[in-house]
C-alpha cells in the first residue's frame, strides 16, 4: 500500500467523551488513515453518533459502548449527503440517510463486535470488501490479537467481481453475491465446515486479508477474542501500523504493553502526531 500523505488530526473529539464513561464501557477509537474523506457507519448507532458521520483524511472520533452491545461497524465511500442528511455513497450506503439504522449495502468491508465478559471481534469480507480496515485491541486481557486487512482488494479484485465507477475500481463483490450458488454461498449441501471449503475467489481475499474472514466458515483465523479491552478500528491502515488512543487519562497505543498518565494537550498532540509519523514510514 502507498505510503499517505499527512493530514492535520483534529483532536477535539478525543478529549469529549472519556470523563462519563462507564468503568465496564468499551471505548471505541474510528480513526481515517485513506486519502480521501470516508463515513463510518454503525449499527446499532445509538452509542456512536446516531449511527453515521464523515472522518476527513487523518482525523479520528472516540465513543464508548456499554457491555452487551452486539453491532458492525463500517465504512461508507464518496458519499454526498445534504443538510438534513439525505443523500447515497457509492459503497456501503445504509438507504439515503447518513445515521445508519440498518445494515449497509453490499459490498463493505465490516468490523462485527459482541462485548461481554469476554469480547469477540473479527473483520468480515463476507459481503465483499470496498475499504482496508483493522481493529486492534488496547488495554485488554487474553489473545487480544489485530484483526483485519493488510492489502487493499480493490487493487487486486478479479474483474468479474469488481464494482466500477467512472472506470475506476471501488470495491470488490463477494462471489456469493455475484454467482448465487450453493457452494459459493456455503448454504444447501454446502451449509457446513466440512463442505464449505475455501474456493478460488476466497483465497484471493485472504491473501490481501488474512486475518479477516474470507467465506463464512472461515473461523478459525478469523475471530478474535479479548477481556476489557477498548478498540482502535482504523480504516486503509495495516495491522503492523500502531494507532493510539486516550482513556482514563492515559495515552495508549496498539502494540505496547505501556500506557501514560494525564498529560497536557500540548504533550498528547505531541505524541499522538509522532504515533501518525511513524505509521507513514511503514
Known amino acids: 500500500m502507498e505510503k499517505l500523505k499527512l493530514a492535520p488530526l483534529p483532536l477535539l473529539c478525543i478529549f469529549l467523551l472519556f470523563s462519563g464513561s462507564a468503568e465496564s464501557a468499551r471505548v471505541f477509537t474510528i480513526i481515517n488513515q485513506c486519502k480521501t474523506v470516508i463515513w463510518p457507519a454503525v449499527t446499532p448507532g445509538e452509542s456512536f453518533g446516531g449511527g453515521g458521520f464523515p472522518l476527513r483524511p487523518g482525523q479520528s472520533m472516540v465513543f464508548t459502548a456499554p457491555v452487551g452491545w452486539s453491532g458492525r461497524i463500517w465504512g461508507r465511500t464518496d458519499c454526498s449527503f445534504d443538510a438534513s442528511g439525505n443523500?447515497?455513497?457509492?459503497?456501503?450506503?445504509?438507504?439515503?440517510?447518513?445515521?445508519?439504522?440498518?445494515?449497509?449495502?453490499?459490498?463493505?468491508?465490516?468490523?462485527?463486535?459482541?462485548?461481554?465478559?469476554?469480547?469477540?471481534?473479527?473483520?468480515?469480507?463476507?459481503?465483499?470488501?470496498?475499504?482496508?480496515?483493522?481493529?486492534?485491541?488496547?488495554?485488554?486481557?487474553?489473545?487480544?490479537?489485530?484483526?483485519?486487512?493488510?492489502?487493499?482488494?480493490?487493487?487486486?479484485?478479479?474483474?468479474?467481481?469488481?464494482?466500477?465507477?467512472?472506470?475506476?475500481?471501488?470495491?470488490?463483490?463477494?462471489?456469493?453475491?455475484?454467482?448465487?450458488?450453493?457452494?459459493y454461498c456455503c448454504r444447501g449441501q454446502f451449509g457446513n465446515p466440512a463442505t464449505c471449503q475455501p474456493t478460488f475467489y476466497s483465497k484471493k481475499f485472504k491473501a490481501a486479508c488474512p486475518t479477516a474472514y474470507s467465506y463464512a466458515y472461515d473461523d478459525p483465523t478469523s475471530i478474535f477474542t479479548c477481556s476489557n479491552a477498548d478498540y482502535i478500528i482504523t480504516f486503509c491502515s495495516t495491522r503492523k501500523q500502531s494507532a493510539c488512543s486516550y482513556h482514563n487519562n492515559r495515552l495508549v497505543c496498539s502494540g505496547s504493553s505501556r500506557s501514560w498518565p494525564t498529560i497536557g494537550m500540548f504533550t498528547l498532540t505531541l505524541a499522538l502526531l509522532l504515533s501518525f509519523l511513524v505509521a507513514l514510514q511503514y
Open 87 to 183: 443523500g447515497s455513497c457509492s459503497t456501503g450506503s445504509c438507504g439515503t440517510l447518513l445515521r445508519c439504522g440498518a445494515s449497509g449495502a453490499p459490498p463493505a468491508s465490516l468490523a462485527e463486535f459482541t462485548l461481554a465478559a469476554v469480547d469477540y471481534y473479527d473483520v468480515s469480507l463476507v459481503d465483499g470488501f470496498n475499504l482496508p480496515m483493522v481493529i486492534k485491541p488496547v488495554n485488554g486481557q487474553g489473545n487480544c490479537s489485530a484483526a483485519g486487512c493488510d492489502g487493499d482488494l480493490r487493487q487486486t479484485c478479479p474483474s468479474e467481481l469488481a464494482v466500477k465507477t467512472n472506470g475506476r475500481t471501488v470495491a470488490c463483490r463477494s462471489a456469493c453475491d455475484v454467482f448465487d450458488t450453493d457452494q
